[in-house]
């Protein structure tokens, strides 16, 4: 079995600054609705499958995600972010809102395959750290398979550090 590299990020909310990250016209940033959980699940295991990056690594972490994404839409009431074209969920970033969670950002962003390379990775970054912030969150962490898309371009935002991560991130349902 082929072994992953991971990388954890973190950011420090307090230091967060204002700017914005403007969606292309006709997108619509919004916090998900627990009838969107079929959306997203279904959003995130299309996005995973169809990145080449996540081949054979997808397959071993699917069925802990599809729980994690589940029980932030059972037990909370801020779990996820998505991205609106017209009624149409094009992409979405699930995340816990506890505290002292070891990972904030269950999936990250996830785009549709048709929508990746115009900003809405960074837009649900962005919009998914704000809103942790707003909970009282000081700290927010996320898990990522190292020299991913998300790994090289998108988590180095917004003056993130990062680390090695030894752990499986999946292993166990915290």
């Known amino acids: 079995m082929k072994h992953d590299h ?3 990020f973190s950011w420090n909310l307090t230091a967060l ?3 914005d990250i403007p969606l292309p016209h006709g997108l619509l940033l919004r916090p998900a609705s627990k009838s969107d959980e079929a959306a997203v699940q279904a959003l995130v295991a299309l996005a995973f499958s169809t990145d ?5 690594s997808y397959s ?4 802990a995600l599809q729980e994690r994404l589940h029980e932030a839409f059972r037990s909370q009431h801020n779990p996820a972010l998505v991205i609106l074209h017209g009624t149409r969920i094009i992409a979405a970033a699930c995340f816990s809102t506890e505290a002292e969670a070891e990972n904030h950002l269950y999936c990250g962003p996830c785009v549709l395959p048709e929508y990746r ?3 809405l990775g960074a837009a649900l970054l962005l919009g998914s750290l704000r809103t942790l912030k707003d909970l009282g969150i000081h ?3 996320a898990v990522v398979k190292d020299n991913t898309t998300a790994s090289k371009f998108v988590y180095p935002k917004f003056r993130s550090v990062s680390e090695p991560y030894e752990a499986e991130p999946f292993s166990a349902i915290r």
Do not use: E, Y
Request: net charge positive; aromatic share 10%; hydrophobic share 45%.
């Open 117 to 119: 390379s115009r900003g």
């Open 139 to 141: 700290v927010a962490r």
């Open 60 to 63: 071993r972490i699917a069925s």
């Open 52 to 56: 080449a990056q996540w081949t054979g």
């Open 6 to 8: 991971w990388k954890l």
């Open 17 to 19: 600054d204002d700017a």
